[in-house]
Structures are given as structure tokens and as C-alpha cells.
């Protein structure tokens, strides 16, 4: 983790800006809805349910929308949450692990929400980064320790899938699939 920082940092301090031009990006193709599937990608379909996890990443904080903790605490429906929402479909389905990939800012929210759907889940926290002053490209220093630190946002999943050992846990729970999102 300590490489990737220190290869993204080099790259900013060099003028990269780590922007894709929209030029490079395609829509995505038009997916088929389930009914146009004939039977026997239908029985594929099925038969790899049992082969998937579910991974919410769930980092962000809802600051820019006025909200002093996770987004997807953000009561949208009848007094519910998103997470209330995404732990009534989830335990419909209880045969899918269901995995969160949270912040250091989202961790604490997150679980006492999850615990009162009662929802099975396991959690991981994305790395966290040191914010650099823009103007001495040091990092920064300020009374409040925590807000010297940054989670690096949703791109992190990989590095923090593989390097804190949870794709080795999916593999050994059968896993082949993950739905992301």
C-alpha cells in the first residue's frame, strides 16, 4: 500500500492529474434483461448464485449533501436507510456473504445500522492516506490528528481486497463472483 501512495504521490507531484479523458470512455454495451435469456444461461445464472458475495462500498461520507455521517445512512424510504434497504433485499437471500468495504469515517455508523437489521456480514476497512498540503506537497499537519488522514476512495477495493487476505477468504468460501457495487 505504502508503493501505490508513493507511486500516485510522485505521478501528482509530477503533474499528473489522474484523469481519464472522456474521449477514452465507451458506454457500456446493452445488457439483455433476464426474461430475453434463453433456459440455459438462465440455469447458469442460477446455479452461480452460489458462487457469488456481495461487496457494498461503503466509504463516503454525505458531506457534500449536508449529512454528517455515511451516505448510505441517508433515510430514503419510510424512515429507512440504504443500509436498511440493502439488509432487507440481503437477507432475503441469505445463502450470499455479504461483505462492506467501509472508511475510517463510515466504519462505527455502519455496524451499529447493520446490527439493528441483524444483517450477516463481514467488514473491511479501506487504507487511508495522508493529506498533502498543496502548497509545500507535504503532508498535513493540523491540530486535529484525523483530519490529516484521507480514505482513498472507492478505487482502493483491489489493493485492499488482496492485501488484507479477503480474496484469499472468498476463494475459500467458494467464491468465484463478486457483485460490486
Same mark, same amino acid.
Given at each position: 500500500?505504502?508503493? @501505490?501512495?508513493? /507511486?500516485?504521490?510522485? !505521478?501528482?507531484?509530477?503533474?499528473? !492529474?489522474?484523469?481519464? *479523458?472522456?474521449?477514452?470512455?465507451?458506454?457500456?454495451?446493452?445488457?439483455?434483461?433476464?426474461?430475453?435469456? +434463453? $433456459?440455459?444461461?438462465?440455469?447458469?445464472? #442460477?446455479?452461480?448464485?452460489?458462487?457469488?458475495?456481495?461487496? /457494498?462500498?461503503?466509504?463516503?461520507?454525505?458531506?457534500?449533501?449536508?449529512?454528517?455521517? *455515511?451516505?448510505?445512512?441517508?433515510?430514503? =424510504?419510510? +424512515?429507512?436507510?440504504?443500509? %436498511?434497504?440493502?439488509?432487507?433485499? #440481503?437477507? $432475503?437471500?441469505? &445463502?450470499?456473504? @455479504?461483505?462492506?468495504?467501509?472508511?475510517?469515517?463510515?466504519? !462505527?455508523?455502519?455496524?451499529?445500522?447493520?446490527?439493528?437489521?441483524?444483517?450477516? &456480514?463481514?467488514?473491511?476497512?479501506?487504507?487511508? =492516506?495522508?493529506?498533502? +498540503?498543496?502548497?509545500?506537497?507535504? *503532508?498535513?499537519? #493540523?491540530?486535529?490528528?484525523?483530519?490529516?488522514?484521507?480514505?482513498?476512495? &472507492?478505487? %482502493? @477495493?483491489?489493493?485492499?481486497?488482496?492485501?488484507?487476505?479477503? #480474496?484469499? /477468504?472468498?476463494?475459500?468460501?467458494? @467464491?468465484?463472483?463478486?457483485?460490486?457495487?
Amino acid at each position: 500500500i505504502r508503493e @501505490v501512495f508513493a /507511486k500516485s504521490y510522485l !505521478k501528482w507531484a509530477q503533474g499528473d !492529474k489522474g484523469k481519464i *479523458p472522456w474521449e477514452d470512455i465507451q458506454a457500456p454495451e446493452r445488457f439483455r434483461a433476464y426474461s430475453e435469456l +434463453d $433456459a440455459r444461461l438462465r440455469q447458469v445464472g #442460477v446455479a452461480s448464485l452460489g458462487k457469488m458475495a456481495y461487496l /457494498k462500498l461503503n466509504g463516503g461520507l454525505g458531506t457534500s449533501m449536508g449529512c454528517e455521517g *455515511p451516505k448510505s445512512a441517508i433515510k430514503v =424510504y419510510e +424512515d429507512k436507510t440504504f443500509l %436498511d434497504l440493502i439488509a432487507l433485499q #440481503v437477507n $432475503a437471500n441469505k &445463502h450470499i456473504p @455479504v461483505f462492506f468495504m467501509n472508511s475510517f469515517n463510515t466504519d !462505527k455508523e455502519t455496524e451499529a445500522i447493520l446490527k439493528k437489521d441483524q444483517l450477516e &456480514h463481514q467488514s473491511f476497512l479501506q487504507n487511508k =492516506y495522508p493529506k498533502i +498540503d498543496v502548497e509545500t506537497k507535504l *503532508p498535513l499537519e #493540523v491540530k486535529n490528528k484525523v483530519l490529516e488522514w484521507a480514505p482513498p476512495g &472507492h478505487g %482502493d @477495493v483491489f489493493f485492499s481486497l488482496f492485501g488484507q487476505g479477503i #480474496v484469499d /477468504k472468498l476463494l475459500d468460501q467458494g @467464491v468465484e463472483y463478486v457483485f460490486l457495487s
